[in-house]
């Protein structure tokens, strides 16, 4: 299966350049495959270049999940994820990903000195 970059995400969520985002589309209709950092990089790009809101950047996320040609790295995963995103403001969407990686792998508590990341269960303040 083929795997889209985070350039291609970007076209296919915001439709900011019309040729690239029908090339993107093109290009997925065969089905292609998203890594984490990708989408992480998506999620960041949309945050700090597009300034979407956490609820248009959760849509989003949430559209990549269910479309027909996407698979999504450990789709599990990033579905807690953007519960997680969704549930605690201020909680960066990385650091949801990152955690619910960690709990898949069986690798808890989550270590950090961030004080909002550390309300989600699972996470350990220092």
């Keep these: ?5 985070t350039n291609l995400l970007v076209r296919l969520i915001t439709n900011d350049d019309e040729a690239q985002a029908r090339v993107a589309e093109e ?25 979407l809101s956490r609820g248009k950047i959760a849509e989003a996320v ?5 479309h027909t040609s996407l698979a999504i790295q450990d789709s599990e ?13 201020g909680v960066e969407f990385s650091d949801c990903l990152a955690l619910e990686s960690a709990r898949r792998a069986g690798h808890l508590p989550f270590g950090t000195f961030d004080r909002r990341f550390s309300q989600l269960p699972g996470v350990q303040r220092l």
């Design 1 to 5: 299966m083929r795997a889209v970059d």
């Design 77 to 89: 995963v990033v579905s807690a994820a953007l519960e997680n995103f969704r549930q605690y403001a």
């Design 62 to 66: 949430a559209m990549l999940l269910n």
């Design 27 to 51: 290009f997925i209709a065969a089905g292609a495959w998203i890594p984490h950092i990708v989408l992480a990089e998506t999620v960041w790009v949309l945050a700090s270049a597009f300034d």
